[in-house]
């Protein structure tokens, strides 16, 4: 019986696993011995929450096929529901890593549901018409979230779209979304530790979704959708599947960053199309469809600019410059075909040869 | 024996273009039979109708029985209709054996949740998969080659595997589309004996396009000719092959 | 009178967007690249004009002049530079996230020397506005300009494809480039032309949108390229007179919903007619229905 692929993947799944792994493990020696300034340990959530926010993208764009620009928007759907359920439950569940595990899960959930809905419509327009009403619908949730005011008191929930003032609220009610100004006061749950389990749980999710028959079924509809419901695959139900789940480990990783700050608002940049393109870029860059380049992608590209600090007004000039180059260095079929022939393997067979 | 695929009246139009016109054919269980024809005159459009890829404008379709007309795709091939392309369609990223599994979509199952969370019945269900390919891999030579990239494979082995993955589906019908197009003499006549060894052991009824002669009048027990959209002849092969008007209208003299 | 007033306004932000549409459009149509950094270009052309009039009191059509020059070769040396090397990338995603981090360059190049404070522009445009209805409406030179070239780039465009040798190149190769070459068509020549004419008008867009909303930072190209893509997508991606209509449509749709509505969800409502209509024309008001080969 000949050995099968699985010992292969299984293979590269280990040491994905074990670089995140090994990169915690530092990364907390590091903290404990005191060798890590405090702007790093600043990035450290951030960090997980872009390599989420990058394995998850690529699910759809890598695994499905489909280019989606509006990922930001099931982050921002995550972070709003995940931060609302955590400043209401304040007082009510006072255990934080419990509350937090629910916000995580009501995150999680939420921008599923929203994956769903938005995905069944959508899926069935075709690749850049899809690109762009993936994006219309990220700037349409920031928008709604920007006008939306949602206020508790011993009533209940009073909701508005106009401002706080008409929400009614008793002398003892308190406004938890307000509007423009989002949400105040979010209990700082969100860890490196948490952080870096969450990532391994959504890689646990992605990669053995990618090696079982709904991957199978979800690739076979990227790499030839006629061929794919040839053989009786249902393209609607592994397209919104892996569309959903993407959703719903975006909106994780939006309740990992909510909990990280103290105000939660929904700008243009944390939550608008520039995001969504930001990770698109990690994707890209990393290799689509492949999962550990999104990662090792997310950590470089965000140290990036943090690393180029000392060239302070430079820096971002440096980083498109080297996106660029690296993206021409990586893609340009010329250029692919002279790294080849000048790879250090060919020229040791070359010089074999004349010998 | 009766009719496995009893088709009458099909026929569809594009535009103001009849692309099928009155097309009826009755192929019975177990045979081996051939579409033929002039470029253009209709043959992929009339696999297209058969797989719901168009929906007829007027026709019934029936196989095995049940009338299948204007179903979905996916549906008919639940039903029991299998097909290959004539551009071969592979899902080029994914191992031969992948390919393969593919096509076990719907016979082998498991949830979505026993998957991820590599539940005993993930192992089980995979197992038997991996067998079950690979016996199907094998009936096409294609075993040694298992974990390679689908587009890694020669030309002559993508075709077969278009074909395995098709098995896969356990159809009651298969439909083969210009299966040894760009093969030469040797693989044409590799690639008869398998087709006559898959309607042998698989229990298949097997309706083929070509334009490869040899490959026609060597394995198909019926023809049927078609022209700009219409039947032109229909019948028993030699007599097909031998009627004035096909050699006319599509052999030359 | 006023929802006159706010249709001729939605009619003249339309025709910006409408010109920049076009640019997406046919680079789309021709080069099948969506060129994620022209709505930078726009800021280029802007702040060229900033530069040479604000700054340095050069007169209002030298500026012009000079932003439509410096705009053009732009558009071309980044074609050279950084598309055409990855036209035959193994992924079409390639030569997208390559424009993203033009775009990026753009803008930080702009940060650097400008810097990021607001910019006051001063409009280049001399013709006084008209009022009609006693005074009721009172409708802008700004817009009265911004109108007629729109109108005037349509024409010219339409006759230029139909008319000319190189038109009639540029659509050829938006067929079929392959086909083109074969027919000894320049294909490089022509994609080089065709970034050359939307980086034109991306510069003449910018004259117009800065001279109407006369405020200028480094970002000031972003959302109303990715406004005017949308445009683009809603016409019909790939069609000219698609690129107008959805261009004057979308400019309707924000100013109307930022009167009547509310102005933080025109933008919303803009993305929401637009999603609505691609469900009901899944390729957009004139756009194609490319079919399979199966």
Known sequence: ?????????????????????????????????????????????????????????????????????????????????????????????????????????????????????????????????????????????????????????????????KDSLSLGLEPDGKVIINGAQGITGTPKDSTFTIGVILIIITLIIVLNLIHSRDGRAIMAIRDNLIAAESIGINITKYKLMAFSISASLAGIAGVLYSHNLNSLMATPKNFGYNMSIMILVFVVLGGIGNIRGSIIAAVVLTLLPELLRGLSNYRMLIYAIVLIVMMLFNWSPKLVELRKRFSPRRLLNKTREVQ | MAALLEVKNLGISFGGLRAVDDFDVSIKKGQLYGLIGPNGAGKTTVFNLLTGVYKPSEGIIKLDGVNITGLKTIEINKAGIARTFQNIRLFKELTVLDNVKAGLHNHYKYSTVEGILRLPGYFKTEKAMNERAMELLKVFELDEEANLLASNLPYGKQRKLEIARALATEPKLLLLDEPAAGMNPNETIELMNTIRFVRDNFDMTILLIEHDMKLVSGICEELTVLNFGRILAQGETSAVLNDPQVITAYLGE | ??????????????????????????????????????????????????????????PPFVGILLAVVLCTILGITIEYIAYRPLRQAASSLAVLITAIGVSYLLQNLALLIFGANTKAFTSVVTIP????????????????????????????????????????????VSEDKGAAQLMGINVNGTISLTFAIGSALAAIAGMLLCSAYPSLTPYTGSMPGIKAFVAAVFGGIGSIPGALIGGVVLGIIEILGKAYISSQMADAIVFMVLIIVLLVKPTGILGKKIQEKV
Not at chain 1, 34 to 46: A, D, F, H, K, R
Not at chain 1, 110 to 115: E, F, K, L, N, T
Not at chain 1, 119 to 148: C, H, Q, S, W
Not at chain 3, 142 to 166: D, P, Q
């Open chain 1, 1 to 161: 019986m000949k050995k099968i692929r699985l010992s292969k993947s299984l293979k590269d799944n280990i040491i994905t696993y074990g670089i995140v792994i090994l990169a915690y493990i530092i990364v907390q020696i590091m903290v404990s011995s005191g060798n890590m300034s405090s702007l790093m340990q600043g990035l450290l959530v951030p960090l997980c929450v872009y390599v989420i926010l990058a394995v998850s993208l690529n699910l759809t764009v890598g695994i499905l096929g489909e280019l989606s620009l509006g990922h930001a928007g099931f982050m921002c759907v995550g972070a709003f529901t995940g931060a609302f359920f955590s400043k209401c439950m304040e007082d009510v569940i006072t255990i934080g890593l419990l509350r937090f595990i629910l916000a995580i899960l009501i995150g999680g959930i939420s921008a599923a549901v929203i994956g769903f809905l938005i995905g069944m419509p959508v899926l069935r327009l075709k690749g850049d018409y899809l690109a762009i009403v993936t994006l219309a619908f990220g700037e349409i949730i920031k928008n709604i979230v920007n006008v939306l005011y949602i206020g508790k008191d011993s009533n209940g929930l009073h909701i508005s779209m």
């Open chain 3, 1 to 58: 009178m006023s929802f006159i007033s706010y249709l001729i306004n939605g009619i003249s932000l339309g025709s910006v967007y409408a010109i920049i549409a076009l640019g997406y459009t046919m680079v789309y149509g021709i080069a099948k690249m969506l060129n994620f950094a022209h709505g930078d270009v726009i800021m280029v052309g802007g702040f060229t004009i900033f530069f040479a009039v604000s700054m340095q009191g050069l």
């Open chain 3, 129 to 172: 506005a008209i009022k009609l209805a006693d005074g009721q409406i009172n409708i802008s030179g700004e817009t009265i300009v911004t109108i007629i070239s729109c109108i005037i780039i349509m024409i010219g465009l339409t006759l230029f494809i139909n008319k000319t040798k190189a038109g009639q190149a540029m659509l050829a």
